[in-house]
């Protein structure tokens, strides 16, 4: 993995794990490595799925607006594994036997990973940290939180349009960047 998506990789678990330990849950957020430093993201609204589609398409603009070449998706979500020779259309949310997680999705140019952190709680329902889960046996990880980064650079006056738009919704440089100082 590239330094800088390890880089990014951590960054998403320790914010991961400072929401749990403060909220009990995780506001879904986008870290991205670009020429002016590292881009965060974080949507208002995650309630429906016309909230999840707008987050990720202002990824994915925010990835080809500002020359982002590693990007980390951070979900918290509910997974329910599958039994080979076994057919179940449950959703996760429904299903008895689901299981909470953490997930982090990551790329750069030629390389994605996925990290499952499942989250651990005590017996009054609080965060109690992140178990153990080896995720190097699931390949192919797709969805909608997954191929941020465009497959090809955008041209400059693609840039300039993406840039347009994201402006329209309120997303700035100014707002991308990381803001320091308060604990």
């Known amino acids: 993995m590239s330094d800088a998506?390890?880089?990014l990789m951590d960054m998403g678990k320790q914010y991961a794990e400072f929401c749990m330990r403060n909220d009990g849950s995780v506001r879904p957020a986008m870290f991205a490595n670009s020429p002016d430093g590292i881009l965060n993201f974080m949507p208002n609204d995650f309630h429906d799925e016309k909230a999840k589609d707008f987050?990720?398409?202002s990824a994915?603009?925010?990835?080809?607006?500002?020359?982002?070449?590693?990007v980390v998706m951070v979900l918290e979500?509910?997974?329910?594994?599958?039994?080979?020779?076994?057919q179940d259309d449950t959703p996760p949310s429904e299903a008895f036997d689901r299981k909470e997680f953490i997930i982090l999705?990551?790329?750069?140019?030629g390389k994605k990973t996925t990290e499952f952190l499942p989250i651990l709680r005590t017996?009054?329902?609080?965060?109690?940290g992140f178990g153990e889960f080896d995720?190097?046996?699931?390949e192919g990880f797709q969805g909608r939180f997954t191929e941020m980064l465009p497959p090809?650079?955008?041209?400059?006056?693609?840039q300039i349009v993406a840039h347009a738009l994201l402006e329209r919704i309120g997303v700035t440089k100014e707002s991308l960047l990381s803001k320091h100082g308060r604990n």
Do not use: H
């Open 152 to 158: 090809k650079k955008p041209t400059k006056e693609m």
């Open 60 to 70: 994915r603009l925010i990835c080809a607006t500002y020359g982002a070449t590693s």
């Open 135 to 138: 995720s190097s046996k699931l």
């Open 105 to 109: 999705t990551g790329e750069t140019k």
């Open 77 to 86: 979500s509910w997974v329910k594994f599958g039994k080979q020779d076994e």
């Open 55 to 57: 987050f990720t398409n």
């Open 123 to 128: 017996d009054a329902g609080t965060f109690f």
């Open 5 to 7: 998506l390890t880089t």
